[in-house]
C-alpha cells in the first residue's frame, strides 16, 4: 500500500510536465540545439558518448539517456519529461523498499521516501530536462545502496559485484556518487550495524532495536534484520569495513580525477584568483545551512542563486556555530540516537562534492544539489519524530492527522513549484521575482522574449543583466545576436569581443563575429575567428562553411572544398554548404 500510494501521489502531482516545454537553460546543450543527441542511438554516438567530455563532464549514460529519449519520442518535450518523473518515482520506491529492508521498519521508511517524492526542493532535478544525469543517477545510487544490503545480509562475491557494478553505472551517470561509499559506511554503522565505535554502545544499540520493534508507528511485523539483537548483518571490525569498500574508493578517485580535468579544460572551474578560498568557506558553511533552511521553509526556491559579492559576518560565524553545534550534538548522542548520527554525516558528507570549495559554475547554491543529501536529513528527522513520540503513546491517534496535514502542505507548494517550469519565461520571471541582482535569470529571461518576438523587452532584460554583471559572457553574446539582427553591426562586434574576453570558450561568439566582420570585408580577421571556432569544435558545420567561403575567395580551392564537404557531413541538410560544394567541385574541374 505504502509503494501504491508513492507511484499514485507523485504521478499526480508531477503529470502536468507532461505538457511543459523544454527550457533555454540547459536543455539546448543537452537536446534541443545538440547535433549528436538529435541523431539519436547509433554506432557513431555512443562512441563519441564514451569518449567526450563535452558539457565540462564525462557522463556517458547520460549522453545515451537523452539519445534514446529522441529516438523513441523525437522532440517531444512532454516524454522527456515524463521520463524524468518516471526515474524520480523508482527512486522513491527503492528508497523506500532499501531503508525497510535495512530497519525493518515500514511506516518511517515510507516517510521518508514521500518527503523525498514530494518535497518542493526536488522539482528542479524532476521538471528540467537536463537534470537527467540527477535522478538517472539517484536511480543507480538506490540500486547500489539496495545491492549492498543484500551483500551485507550474506557477503559473497557475486552480490558483491553488482554493488561495483551498479556504482560504476552511477559514475558514468553523474559523478556526484563518488561519496557513496562513504555512505555505505555510515550505514554499516546504522541500521546495518556491522560495527561499533565502541564496546560501550552495544547495550545501546540493543536498546534502540528493541525500540524499533515496539515503537516505530504502525510497525507490526518487523524483518528478521532488526527484530532481536542477533542481527541478519555480521559485525566487522572498522578497518575491515574499509578494506572491503577499497575497490569502491578507487573507482570515486578515478572519476574525481576525470571530472576535475574535463572541468577544468573547459574553464567551468573558477580560479582562486576569480573566487578566493576564504569566500568559497564562507559560502560553503552558508549554503550548508542555507539547505536546511529550504527544506524547512520551501519557499522562493530558485534555478539559479548568484554567488554573493559579501556574506556579512555574522552569517559565517552563525552558519559555522550551527553545523559545529549538531556535529556535537549528533555524536554525543549517536549510542542511543544512532540515526541522528548517521542522517547528519549523510547530509554533510554528500554535499561537499557540490558545496563550492571546489567552485564550478557561478551559482551560490543548487536546489538539484540537495536530492540526495537531504534524504540523509529526512531519516534523522523521522526516526527522531517516531523516538519521540513512543513516550506518547496515548498521542499516536494523532500521527495520521499530522501526516496527512504535512503532505497536504507538501502537495499544495509543489504543485505550484511545478508550474513555474512551464516555460523559459515562466520560470525566469519567477527567479527573478525571488532572488536579487540575478544576472542570469535576467540573461535567460531575455532569450525567452527573443523567441516570443518581443525584442524590446529582451533589449532591457540583457541591459540589466549587465548592469548587474557587465562582464557576463552569455549577457555579452546574446545582446550582439540582438543588435546584429537591429543592423547595429559596430555595436555587436563590440559585444562579441566583450563576450570572449569574459569567455575564451564561447565558440558561436568567433563564429558570428567571424560572421559580420565576413559582411564587412574584413576577410583576414574573420577568418582567424572562425579557426578559433573550429578550434573549440571541430564539428561546426556553419563555421566549416563560412570559411570554405573566404578560402575560395582567396583561390585556395581544394582547402574550402575539404570544408564544405565537411559542413555537409556534418548537416547532412546544410543547403548553403551543398551548393558551395557543388560550385567548389566544378571550379576544380575547371582548374583541371
Known amino acids: 500500500m505504502i509503494c501504491l500510494f508513492l507511484v499514485l501521489m507523485t504521478f499526480a502531482i508531477f503529470y502536468r510536465l507532461s505538457g511543459y ?162 555512505v555505505l559506511l555510515l550505514l554499516d554503522y546504522w541500521p546495518l550495524k556491522r560495527f561499533r565505535f565502541a564496546a560501550a554502545s552495544v547495550s545501546g544499540q540493543s536498546h534502540f532495536k528493541a525500540d524499533i520493534k515496539s515503537h516505530c508507528i504502525g510497525n507490526s511485523h518487523q524483518s528478521d534484520v532488526s527484530s532481536s539483537d542477533s542481527s541478519a548483518f555480521q559485525n566487522r571490525s572498522f578497518l575491515s569495513l574499509i578494506r572491503e569498500k577499497i575497490p569502491l574508493f578507487v573507482l570515486s578517485a578515478f572519476s574525481c580525477g576525470v571530472t576535475y580535468l574535463s572541468q577544468d579544460a573547459s574553464g567551468a572551474v573558477r580560479s582562486l584568483e576569480v573566487i578566493p578560498l576564504t569566500s568559497r568557506i564562507a559560502n560553503a558553511l552558508v549554503s550548508y545551512v542555507g539547505y536546511v533552511g529550504k527544506m524547512i ?70 536546489d538539484r544539489h540537495a536530492y540526495i543529501p537531504l534524504i540523509g536529513l529526512f531519516i534523522a528527522g523521522v526516526w527522531s519524530v517516531s523516538e519521540f513520540l513512543k513516550v506518547y503513546l496515548s498521542r499516536y491517534k494523532l500521527i495520521p492527522i499530522v501526516a496527512t496535514l504535512l503532505i497536504g502542505i507538501l502537495f499544495m507548494i509543489t504543485w505550484k513549484q511545478i508550474g513555474y517550469w512551464k516555460n523559459s519565461a515562466t520560470l525566469f520571471q519567477h527567479t527573478i521575482d525571488v532572488t536579487t541582482d540575478n544576472y542570469l535569470a535576467r540573461n535567460n529571461l531575455g532569450n525567452a522574449m527573443v523567441h516570443l518576438g518581443k525584442n524590446d523587452e529582451a533589449y532591457q532584460h540583457y541591459a540589466e543583466a549587465l548592469r548587474i554583471k557587465p562582464h557576463d559572457a552569455n549577457a555579452h553574446y546574446n545582446m550582439g545576436i540582438l543588435l546584429t539582427t537591429k543592423g547595429k553591426l559596430d555595436e555587436a562586434i563590440g559585444h562579441y569581443k566583450a563576450a570572449i574576453r569574459s569567455n575564451p570558450y564561447l565558440k558561436k561568439a568567433y563564429y558570428n563575429l567571424g560572421t559580420i566582420l565576413q559582411q564587412k570585408g574584413s576577410n583576414a580577421e574573420a577568418i582567424i575567428n572562425f579557426l578559433y571556432a573550429l578550434r573549440l569544435d571541430s564539428r561546426f558545420a556553419e563555421a566549416h562553411n563560412n570559411l570554405g567561403v573566404l578560402l575560395a575567395q582567396q583561390g585556395k580551392i581544394n582547402e574550402a572544398a575539404a570544408h564544405f564537404l565537411m559542413a555537409v557531413s556534418l548537416k547532412t541538410n546544410y543547403i548553403a554548404a551543398i551548393k558551395n560544394l557543388q560550385k567548389a567541385r566544378s571550379d576544380m574541374r575547371r582548374i583541371d
Open 21 to 182: 516545454d523544454f527550457v533555454n537553460f540547459d536543455d539546448d546543450l543537452y537536446v534541443t540545439a545538440n547535433s549528436r543527441v538529435q541523431k539519436g542511438l547509433n554506432m557513431e554516438n555512443i562512441v563519441w558518448a564514451f569518449s567526450t567530455t563535452d558539457i565540462a563532464n564525462w557522463h556517458p549514460l547520460t549522453w545515451l539517456s537523452h539519445m534514446l529519449d529522441v529516438q523513441l519520442w523525437g522532440m517531444n518535450s512532454g516524454r522527456h519529461h515524463l521520463v524524468n518523473v518516471f526515474f524520480h518515482i523508482t527512486n522513491a520506491l527503492l528508497l523506500f523498499l532499501t531503508l525497510n529492508r535495512m530497519t525493518g521498519a515500514p511506516w518511517c521508511s515510507g516517510f521518508v521516501a514521500v518527503l523525498f517524492a514530494l518535497h518542493p526542493i526536488n522539482v528542479e532535478s524532476v521538471a528540467w530536462v537536463a537534470e537527467r544525469k540527477n535522478v538517472l543517477s539517484t536511480f543507480f545510487w538506490m540500486m547500489t545502496m539496495w545491492s549492498y544490503c543484500q551483500y551485507a545480509e550474506k557477503p559473497v562475491r557475486v552480490k558483491y559485484l553488482a554493488v561495483i557494478l551498479f556504482f560504476m553505472l552511477g559514475l558514468m551517470t553523474k559523478p556526484m556518487l563518488v561519496t557513496l561509499p562513504f
Open 297 to 366: 521553509y520551501p519557499l522562493k526556491l530558485a534555478v539559479f542563486y548568484p554567488y554573493p559579492a559579501i556574506i556579512p559576518g555574522w552569517r559565517i560565524a552563525g552558519a559555522g556555530s550551527i553545523l559545529i553545534t549538531m556535529c556535537y550534538l549528533s555524536w554525543k548522542i549517536r549510542v542511543k540516537h544512532p540515526y541522528v548520527l548517521i542522517g547528519w554525516f549523510w547530509y554533510l558528507g554528500t554535499l561537499i562534492p557540490v558545496i563550492g570549495l571546489v567552485q564550478v559554475g557561478s551559482q551560490a547554491m543548487a
